[in-house]
Every structure is written in C-alpha cells, then in structure tokens.
C-alpha cells in the first residue's frame, strides 16, 4: 500500500501531510481526515506525485473546499491541496491565464485591472479556479466555461493534455467529458478570454455585487455556499422556505435564517454527518409538501464513521 512505502516519494518537492483533518480545508470547517495530503510545489510537481501513485490508488482534489462535504471518517488514498495563493496570473495574447489553484475572486480582481469586462462574477465564488472549471461555477449571468478559451488537465498517467471547450460536455453547474463520461484528471491551469472593458466600471461592478452578497448571504458563519441547485424555472431558497424550513437544525448544523438554499455551521461543532442528515431533511420535506425533489449542489464525499 502506498502509504506505507514513504521512500515511493521521493523526489517530490511540496508538502506531504499524513492523517491530516480536512476541515481545516473545507469551508464548512468539518469533516473527516485524509490518510495522506499533498501540497504540490507545482504542475510538474504534482504530476510527479501523480506518477508515484498506483493506478487504482484513489486520487481527490481539494481546491479552497467551498463546494464539498467531507464525511467524517475522512478520504482514503491521496488528497491533492490545490489552493495556491502565489499561483501565476498573466496576460498573454489577449488571454487571461491562470493557474488552477488561484482563488477566482483573484481573477477577477486580476481581469478587472488589466480592463476586461465580465469577468466581475468570479468575485463573489469563493473557490479555486480548478474548482470553478470543474463546477462551471457562476452567478450573476456569468458561467465559468463561457470564458474559457482552452484549460491544460494532468491525466492520471502523469501526462498533461490542452483541451478546449469542444472537449467538454457544459451544463448548468455540471461539467463532462464531451463523451458524456466524468471529468478525468486534474485541472492545472485555464487561459479566460473576457472582453474589453474599462477597469473602473468593472472595480465599481465587483463593488456591488460583493454588497449584495454580503446583505443576502450568511458570509459570516461556515457554509458552502447554495447547498442545493435551482430546479428549473424556480429558486431553491424559495421552496426551502415555503416548507417553513428556514432555522431548522441538526445537531451542529442549522438552515440559515438569512439565505433558506444556505446551511451553517454556527458555532463550527457540526460533524459532517449532521450536515448530511440536514440535506437529506429538506429534501423529504420539500418533496412531499411541494412534489420538487431538489439536488444537492454541493459533493458529498468520503466515508461516514
Ligand atoms: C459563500 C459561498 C458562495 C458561493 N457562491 C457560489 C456561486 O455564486 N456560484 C457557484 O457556482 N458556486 C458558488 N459557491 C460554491 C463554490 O465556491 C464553487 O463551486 C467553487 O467553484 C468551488 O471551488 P473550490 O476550489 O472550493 O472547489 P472544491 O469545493 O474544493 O471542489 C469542488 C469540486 O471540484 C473539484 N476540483 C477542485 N479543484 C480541481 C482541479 N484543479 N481539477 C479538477 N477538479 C477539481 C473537486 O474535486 C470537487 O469535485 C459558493 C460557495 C460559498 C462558500
């Protein structure tokens, strides 16, 4: 087992972690460990790592967590820490490019300054830019994937491939091959094409759609953002609310009063397992007093205790 044979990673120049709690990885700040994580120096790097690693071995990649649910037994295999708060930001041939383990408010702020247009949206998704390419993250009338001119992936067998948008099956929050088969690999960088657009007006936009976020979301507790996606023709929060689920708690987990599509970790004692039981709550009730049955947004993975 790959665990047990430390001398498989050498060579490897980032930061091995054993037995490392994923909460502190996650913005919901629960959850289970991971038998081994890795912070990568770099692409080659990482690709480094990927090649020690069995081919079956599981492989999981974890941006800033503002998407996922990690059970509380934790993930096994290798856990890749994406985020990368020195990640290279650059323009070139009118192209914004970006590695994979930036934050997309950096994009954003990024694109703004250099005088590209609606890339402003990216301000308020507090995640990773792989995490935004792999969630075709967006909000506001923006999609992660109406930018993106081509994306560099590092495959399972440690080689890297360029793709475009051709090579993607894109919905709403959902991301394919163009196959129809799951996404394979790991994103490691996007080049964005955004129009031309005056830096000011795009800060003041930022500005504002921040505000927004700020008065309508619980920004101030442990969340991952909407929980559920929006079925079609209707908002989630509505209905949520509608079934009178709006503070309902359990164990360490709670409805947030301020957004119904939200849930909160107040005091940070919640374990995965009442996040879970909390999404699986508001899905029976909403489905029996409204006949929707909602989908989680948000990934829930790992093992339960
Ligand atoms: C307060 C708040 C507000 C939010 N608002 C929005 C919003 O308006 N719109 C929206 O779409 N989302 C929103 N989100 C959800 C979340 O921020 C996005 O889905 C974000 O893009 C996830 O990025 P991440 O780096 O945190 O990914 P993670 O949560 O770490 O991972 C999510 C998925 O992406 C995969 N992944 C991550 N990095 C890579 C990579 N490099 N290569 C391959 N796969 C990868 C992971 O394996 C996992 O399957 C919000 C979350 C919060 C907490």
Same mark, same amino acid.
């Given at each position: 087992?790959?665990?047990?044979?430390?001398?498989?990673?050498?060579?490897?120049?980032?930061?091995?972690?054993?037995?490392?709690?994923?909460?502190?990885?996650?913005?919901?700040?629960?959850?289970?460990?991971?038998?081994?994580?890795?912070?990568?120096?770099?692409?080659?790097?990482?690709?480094?790592?990927?090649?020690?690693?069995?081919?079956?071995? =599981?492989?999981?990649?974890?941006?800033?967590?503002?998407?996922?649910?990690?059970?509380?037994?934790?993930?096994?295999?290798?856990?890749?820490?994406?985020?990368?708060? +020195?990640?290279?930001?650059?323009?070139?041939?009118?192209?914004?490019?970006?590695?994979?383990?930036?934050?997309?408010?950096?994009? #954003?702020?990024?694109?703004?300054?250099?005088?590209?247009?609606? #890339?402003?949206?990216?301000?308020?998704?507090?995640?990773?830019?792989?995490?935004?390419?792999?969630?075709?993250?967006?909000?506001?009338?923006?999609?992660?994937?109406?930018?993106?001119?081509?994306?560099?992936?590092?495959?399972?067998?440690?080689?890297?491939?360029?793709?475009?948008?051709?090579?993607?099956?894109?919905?709403?929050?959902?991301?394919?091959?163009?196959?129809?088969?799951?996404? !394979?690999?790991?994103?490691?960088?996007?080049?964005?094409?955004?129009? =031309?657009? !005056?830096?000011?007006?795009?800060?003041?936009?930022?500005?504002?759609?921040?505000?927004?976020?700020?008065?309508? =979301?619980?920004?101030?507790?442990?969340?991952?953002?909407?929980?559920?996606?929006?079925?079609?023709? !209707?908002?989630?929060?509505?209905?949520?609310? +509608?079934?009178?689920?709006?503070?309902? #708690?359990?164990?360490?987990?709670?409805?947030?009063?301020?957004?119904?599509?939200?849930?909160?970790?107040?005091?940070?004692?919640?374990?995965?397992?009442?996040?879970?039981?909390?999404? +699986?709550?508001?899905?029976?009730?909403? #489905?029996?007093?409204?006949?929707?049955?909602?989908?989680?947004?948000?990934?829930?993975?790992?093992?339960?205790?």
């Amino acid at each position: 087992m790959i665990m047990s044979e430390p001398t498989l990673f050498a060579g490897l120049r980032g930061t091995l972690k054993r037995d490392e709690s994923l909460a502190r990885h996650i913005t919901w700040r629960c959850g289970g460990k991971a038998d081994l994580a890795y912070v990568p120096a770099d692409r080659d790097d990482l690709a480094v790592l990927v090649r020690c690693l069995p081919p079956t071995e =599981q492989l999981t990649v974890i941006g800033l967590g503002s998407n996922l649910l990690i059970r509380d037994g934790g993930l096994r295999g290798a856990v890749v820490l994406m985020h990368n708060p +020195g990640g290279t930001l650059a323009v070139s041939d009118g192209l914004v490019y970006s590695d994979a383990g930036v934050a997309s408010p950096k994009v #954003a702020r990024f694109a703004a300054a250099h005088g590209c247009a609606e #890339a402003e949206f990216l301000a308020g998704i507090p995640g990773t830019v792989g995490g935004a390419l792999a969630m075709n993250a967006g909000c506001y009338g923006g999609e992660t994937w109406g930018y993106v001119a081509r994306v560099e992936v590092l495959l399972r067998d440690g080689s890297f491939a360029v793709r475009t948008p051709a090579d993607y099956s894109i919905g709403y929050r959902s991301v394919r091959r163009a196959g129809g088969g799951a996404l !394979d690999g790991v994103f490691t960088a996007a080049w964005f094409r955004f129009p =031309q657009g !005056d830096a000011s007006a795009a800060r003041t936009r930022i500005k504002e759609l921040l505000a927004k976020r700020i008065a309508t =979301q619980p920004l101030n507790l442990p969340n991952a953002g909407s929980v559920f996606r929006n079925p079609p023709g !209707d908002h989630a929060a509505r209905l949520i609310e +509608g079934c009178g689920l709006k503070g309902h #708690a359990i164990g360490g987990a709670r409805v947030s009063e301020k957004h119904a599509n939200f849930i909160v970790n107040p005091e940070g004692k919640a374990r995965a397992a009442d996040i879970e039981a909390l999404i +699986g709550h508001v899905r029976r009730v909403v #489905a029996e007093k409204t006949g929707v049955t909602l989908e989680p947004e948000v990934q829930i993975i790992g093992e339960g205790e």
